[in-house]
């Protein structure tokens, strides 16, 4: 079965983040990613990405792969298996994902499960995004990105101290140039949160803080470009 080349994409971002806990810091991300058709509707694509950061003793990589089905022109489903080592900890995530893409917009979902030593005894009970990118005209488009896991256990109660299921959200709202030949840079800024079964509560996560971030980067595509980017569970405000 001849493979057909579809597309690929490289990109580049610096990110400044202020973290209730630890601080303002700066991050760094390369990513890069390609994508080979098998047959007329089936492709299949591969991501790699390192984020690093002066603050941190490694770098963080991930690599993801996938599995494509085009239903309609402009619809593609998938499946996706991920792969993120930091430090001594591993996380694998499997699941499934979406895209639809018109004229001058395009719609991004993903749904995976997710299996991390990062958290020691708690699991990560499932890891969701959402994405919604329109042009505006002249190459300008907006969007809005929200990503979400939900950890067992993961926030205290800070006004009685118990531990209950809790959900970290990263929320972001982005502005894209496009040059032509491919090329596009981009800014973002977003905000993590968490939340509890009950929203009113006064949570905190345990070893993890509310964040805010700005976001700038540049990004250029081959061909087509690729469907979809790499999966990740802690490359939240990328």
Same mark, same amino acid.
């Given at each position: 079965?001849?493979?057909?080349?579809?597309?690929?994409?490289?990109?580049?971002?610096?990110?400044?983040?202020?973290?209730?806990?630890?601080?303002?810091?700066?991050?760094?991300?390369?990513?890069?990613?390609?994508?080979?058709?098998?047959?007329?509707?089936?492709?299949?694509?591969?991501?790699?990405?390192?984020?690093?950061?002066?603050?941190?003793?490694?770098?963080?990589?991930?690599?993801?792969?996938?599995?494509?089905?085009?239903?309609?022109?402009?619809?593609?489903?998938?499946?996706?298996?991920?792969?993120?080592?930091?430090?001594?900890?591993?996380?694998?995530?499997?699941?499934?994902?979406?895209?639809?893409?018109?004229? *001058? /917009? +395009?719609?991004?979902?993903?749904? #995976? @499960?997710?299996?991390?030593?990062?958290? $020691?005894?708690?699991?990560?009970? %499932?890891?969701?995004?959402?994405?919604?990118?329109?042009?505006?005209?002249?190459?300008?488009?907006?969007?809005?990105?929200?990503?979400?896991?939900?950890?067992?256990?993961?926030?205290?109660?800070?006004?009685?101290?118990?531990?209950?299921?809790?959900?970290?959200?990263?929320?972001?709202?982005?502005?894209?140039?496009?040059?032509?030949?491919?090329?596009?840079?981009?800014?973002?800024?977003?905000?993590?949160?968490?939340?509890?079964?009950?929203?009113?509560?006064?949570?905190?996560?345990?070893?993890? *803080? /509310? +964040?805010?971030?700005?976001?700038? #980067? @540049?990004?250029?595509?081959?061909?087509? $470009?690729?469907?979809?980017?790499? %999966?990740?569970?802690?490359?939240?405000?990328?």
């Amino acid at each position: 079965m001849a493979q057909q080349f579809n597309g690929a994409t490289v990109s580049g971002a610096f990110q400044s983040l202020d973290d209730e806990s630890v601080g303002e810091y700066e991050v760094t991300s390369f990513a890069g990613g390609v994508e080979f058709g098998i047959s007329t509707d089936f492709a299949i694509g591969a991501n790699a990405e390192i984020i690093s950061s002066d603050d941190f003793e490694d770098d963080f990589f991930i690599g993801t792969v996938h599995g494509m089905y085009t239903a309609a022109p402009g619809t593609t489903f998938g499946v996706f298996y991920a792969s993120e080592t930091f430090d001594d900890f591993d996380t694998d995530i499997l699941g499934i994902e979406g895209a639809f893409t018109t004229a *001058n /917009s +395009t719609f991004e979902g993903y749904l #995976g @499960a997710v299996d991390s030593d990062y958290f $020691g005894d708690q699991d990560v009970l %499932r890891m969701l995004g959402l994405s919604l990118e329109f042009g505006v005209g002249s190459g300008v488009s907006l969007g809005i990105e929200y990503e979400s896991f939900r950890l067992e256990d993961g926030g205290v109660v800070v006004d009685t101290g118990e531990r209950e299921d809790a959900s970290l959200t990263d929320t972001a709202l982005f502005a894209r140039y496009s040059f032509a030949q491919g090329a596009s840079v981009y800014a973002k800024a977003g905000r993590e949160r968490l939340f509890g079964s009950d929203r009113d509560d006064n949570l905190r996560l345990v070893g993890v *803080n /509310s +964040t805010e971030y700005v976001t700038v #980067g @540049a990004e250029f595509d081959f061909g087509a $470009g690729t469907t979809f980017g790499s %999966r990740s569970l802690f490359n939240f405000g990328g």
